[in-house]
C-alpha cells in the first residue's frame, strides 16, 4: 500500500523549472531541495541568512561534486564517494531533487547543470533545475527560511554508474581521429583559440576539430536564467546531428550546453567529457589546436 501511495504520488516535473512551479510543489513529500550556493567561507553564512523553505545545503565546490586527479581539475567521484554524499543530503530514488544555485551568473547555472549530470550518470533521473535559481526566488517574493540547513542524513545513495552519459580520453581520441562525435567546447573564444589559457589547463588552445559556442550565449542578457527553449534551439540547430561531446576546463561550464542539448532540446547522445581540456593537456603528446578554425568554428 504504502510503496504503490509513493508511486502516486511522485512529483513529476520538466528539467528546468520555474519560481510559481516550485511554489506549488514545496509541501510534495518526495521533493528534495538542494541548495548548492558556494561562495568560499560564507557560503554558509548565506544559506543561513535565507533559503527556499526546506531546503538542505550543498556546497557545490566543497563537498566533493567534483574530485581533482592526475592533473585534471573536475573529475567525476567514484561511485562510493557519490553514495555518501547523496545519503548525507537525504536524497533517496523516490525523491524528486530540484537543483538551486545562487542565480546571479551564468557560471552559476552551470554548477546546478553539473550536479544534474552527476546525479543523473549516478542513475538519479528525476531532478530538475530552478531557473534563475535563489535569485529568482528572492526577486519573486516567496518565503524565506534562515537559519542553517537540515540534516536529513540517510543510508547511502544506490549508485548505478551511466558511463554512456560520460565522455573519457579513448572517446576523444576517437572523436579526433574518426569524426565519431561532435566537439563542443563552451569556454570563451579566446581560450578556444588558445589567446587565452585557463590555469587548470597545462596547454592553451582547444581539442582539435572542436566547434564553439560559448556557454553563456545559452542565457538570457544580464540574468542567470536560460533562453527560451525556441532560442536555444535556434543558437544550437546548426551543430550537427548524431553524438556531441561538451568540454569546456574542468567540465563545470560544458555542462551547462550538456543540459541544454540534453534535458532541454531532448537530443540523444549528449555527453559531458569532465575531464575536459585540464586532462586532455596532461600529456604532451595529446594534440591541441590553436587560431581561428575552419569556417570560423562558431555554432
Not at 94 to 111: C, K, M, Q, R, W
Not at 246 to 275: K, M, P, Q
Amino acid at each position: 500500500m504504502h510503496a504503490n501511495f509513493v508511486r502516486m504520488t511522485a512529483v513529476i516535473a520538466p528539467p528546468l523549472i520555474t519560481v510559481s512551479w516550485l511554489t506549488g510543489h514545496l509541501s510534495d513529500a518526495t521533493l528534495r531541495v538542494i541548495d548548492i550556493r558556494s561562495s568560499g567561507n560564507s557560503s554558509e553564512n548565506a544559506f543561513d541568512t535565507g533559503h527556499i523553505p526546506g531546503a538542505v545545503h550543498s556546497d557545490y565546490a566543497a563537498d566533493g561534486w567534483r574530485i581533482a586527479q592526475g592533473g585534471a581539475g573536475g573529475l567525476l567521484p567514484d561511485p562510493a564517494a557519490l553514495a555518501h554524499l547523496l545519503g548525507r543530503l537525504g536524497i533517496t530514488p523516490e525523491n524528486h531533487v530540484v537543483i538551486v544555485s545562487a542565480g546571479l551568473t551564468p557560471a552559476d547555472f552551470s554548477g546546478a547543470a553539473r550536479v544534474c549530470w552527476t546525479l543523473k550518470i549516478a542513475g538519479h533521473d528525476r531532478v530538475s533545475i530552478l531557473d534563475g535559481g535563489f535569485e529568482a526566488w528572492r526577486l519573486a517574493g516567496q518565503p524565506i527560511e534562515t537559519g542553517p540547513s537540515a540534516s536529513p542524513a540517510g543510508a547511502p545513495y544506490p549508485v548505478r554508474i551511466k558511463e554512456v552519459m560520460r565522455a573519457t580520453v579513448g572517446d576523444i581520441d576517437e572523436a579526433i581521429t574518426h569524426a565519431t562525435a561532435a566537439l563542443l567546447d563552451g569556454r570563451s573564444r579566446a581560450q578556444y583559440e588558445g589567446h587565452e589559457k585557463s590555469p587548470q589547463a597545462a596547454r592553451a588552445g582547444r581539442l582539435p576539430g572542436a566547434v564553439h559556442l560559448d556557454h553563456s550565449q545559452a542565457f538570457a542578457p544580464g540574468t542567470g536564467r536560460l533562453r527560451p527553449a525556441a532560442e536555444l534551439e535556434q543558437l544550437f540547430g546548426s551543430l550537427p546531428s548524431g553524438p556531441v561531446v561538451s568540454y569546456c576546463n574542468t567540465g563545470h561550464l560544458a555542462s551547462t550546453n550538456w543540459f541544454v542539448l540534453s534535458e532541454v532540446l531532448g537530443r540523444t547522445g549528449i555527453t559531458l567529457y569532465d575531464g575536459s581540456m585540464s586532462e586532455w593537456t596532461q600529456d604532451p603528446g595529446r594534440p591541441v589546436a590553436t587560431g581561428a578554425a575552419e569556417g570560423g568554428g562558431d555554432h
